[in-house]
């Protein structure tokens, strides 16, 4: 009986453990994406004369608590290209998005903001997918090539 309740709970640990494996992507530039914020927290829809707008964060994978979450850009789409420049640190990274809510009227002012939801959150990922940035720098093409 041991053995069999032994069985049950390593199989339990291996099936849920893959349900939520990190994916790390490497590469110089992803496309990120996600759905429209429509609603409010308090459950009202969000009018089409709302001015909604996303921040679009990168943390590094060091970073736990993402207490240091890099700005990359605030964008109106639903769609945002990151691309490492020669700058920037090796390094795995997470992926944070943030909705602002901006004055109507033009001014450009912040009016509140939601809280960073990052793609190691199964929660917030689409189907619970997490995923993960690694960026390395590429070394130099090889030179003095030769037939021999």
Same mark, same amino acid.
């Given at each position: 009986?041991?053995? /069999? $309740?032994?069985?049950?709970? &390593?199989?339990?640990?291996?099936?849920?453990?893959?349900? $939520?494996?990190? *994916?790390? +992507?490497? #590469?110089?530039?992803?496309?990120?994406?996600?759905?429209?914020?429509?609603?409010?927290?308090?459950? *009202? =829809? +969000?009018?089409? #004369?709302?001015? +909604?707008?996303?921040?679009?964060?990168?943390?590094?994978?060091?970073?736990?608590?993402?207490?240091?979450?890099?700005? #990359?850009g605030n964008t109106p @789409?639903?769609?945002?290209? +990151? =691309?490492?420049?020669?700058?920037?640190?090796? %390094?795995?990274?997470? #992926?944070? &998005?943030?909705?602002? !809510?901006? @004055?109507? &009227?033009?001014?450009?002012?912040?009016?509140?903001?939601? !809280? /960073?939801?990052?793609?190691?959150?199964?929660?917030?990922? &689409? %189907?619970?997918?997490? $995923?993960?940035?690694?960026?390395?720098?590429?070394?130099?093409?090889?030179? %003095?090539?030769?037939?021999?």
């Amino acid at each position: 009986m041991k053995k /069999i $309740f032994l069985f049950f709970v &390593l199989s339990l640990f291996l099936v849920t453990g893959n349900c $939520f494996a990190m *994916e790390w +992507i490497n #590469v110089n530039s992803v496309v990120v994406s996600w759905d429209k914020v429509t609603q409010f927290e308090n459950g *009202e =829809t +969000i009018s089409d #004369v709302e001015v +909604i707008s996303y921040n679009v964060y990168l943390a590094k994978e060091s970073d736990t608590e993402k207490a240091s979450p890099l700005l #990359v850009g605030n964008t109106p @789409d639903l769609v945002k290209v +990151i =691309t490492f420049g020669m700058d920037a640190p090796e %390094g795995k990274y997470y #992926v944070g &998005l943030q909705t602002v !809510r901006s @004055d109507a &009227l033009g001014s450009g002012a912040v009016w509140s903001t939601s !809280r /960073i939801v990052w793609s190691d959150d199964p929660d917030v990922a &689409l %189907g619970g997918n997490t $995923f993960g940035v690694s960026y390395f720098y590429s070394p130099m093409a090889p030179e %003095g090539l030769k037939h021999n």
